[in-house]
């Protein structure tokens, strides 16, 4: 990403809604950018020496985190104009969750110290980042709920429900999502196994609540799919 391009992917940021292209100039010349390939860790959780702030320039994340038992559990997909790594600069604290590259991607990457600053500089940006780190709360409360709540089938066909309200396009009576995730990564969202994924996904097919191919997943009735 060449210098005008990655000021032209800065003002779109929603991160850095209200500033002017001289204010965002100056925030990308303390910017550097890193390649991830992807299942590559960005970050791990515990790690108290990696103090980086990070923005989503291309491709996609994964927030993951382990149980005692070694059992992965996928929080959150992050995409391009996203964010991540604020918690443990702010207050010190070793990495809350680790970060994986579900695809290849590019990241922004800013150090404490100008990270800092920049707030410091610009308040505007603090209150839209507390405003996104309440929406992943409830996010995140509510995926727990859904855990500990719902069957097996409820909790595949929530998930199926939030990608159509989070990464879905609607198109006449269908919601397509495209990149679709597999199954495993589907198991590791609901708590489950990809087999058990993959026998609800089959049972949901035959309904005629969803269509898949390679990339996309298509819903076909939202409302058969609530629980």
Excluded: W
């Excluded at 992943?136 to 929530?158: E, F, K, Q």
């Amino acid at each position: 990403m060449k210098p005008g391009e990655l000021l032209d992917f800065s003002l779109n940021v929603p991160l850095f809604k209200g500033l002017g292209t001289r204010e965002v100039a100056a925030i990308c010349s303390a910017m550097v950018l890193k390649n991830f390939g992807a299942g590559q860790t960005v970050v791990r959780e515990d790690d108290r020496e990696n103090q980086t702030f990070f923005i989503i320039a291309s491709g996609a994340v994964h927030i993951v985190v382990l149980s005692s038992e070694g059992k992965q559990t996928i929080l959150a997909r992050l995409k391009p104009g996203d964010f991540f790594g604020e918690m443990a600069l702010m207050d010190g604290e070793p990495r809350s969750a680790s970060v994986v590259a579900a695809q290849d991607c590019t990241l922004v990457m800013l150090y404490r110290r100008p990270f800092l600053e920049i707030l410091r500089k610009y308040p505007s940006i603090a209150i839209h980042m507390l405003v996104e780190m309440s929406r992943r709360l409830r996010r995140t409360n509510r995926h727990i709920n859904t855990l500990s709540l719902m069957s097996v089938y409820g909790r595949v066909a929530d998930l199926l429900l939030r990608l159509a309200r989070e990464q879905g396009r609607r198109q006449g009576n269908v919601v397509v999502i495209e990149d679709r995730p597999t199954h495993q990564v589907m198991a590791d969202m609901v708590g489950t196994s990809r087999e058990t994924v993959s026998r609800i996904v089959s049972q949901l097919q035959k309904q005629q609540c969803i269509a898949t191919d390679r990339k996309r997943l298509v819903i076909l009735n939202e409302k058969k799919l609530y629980y």
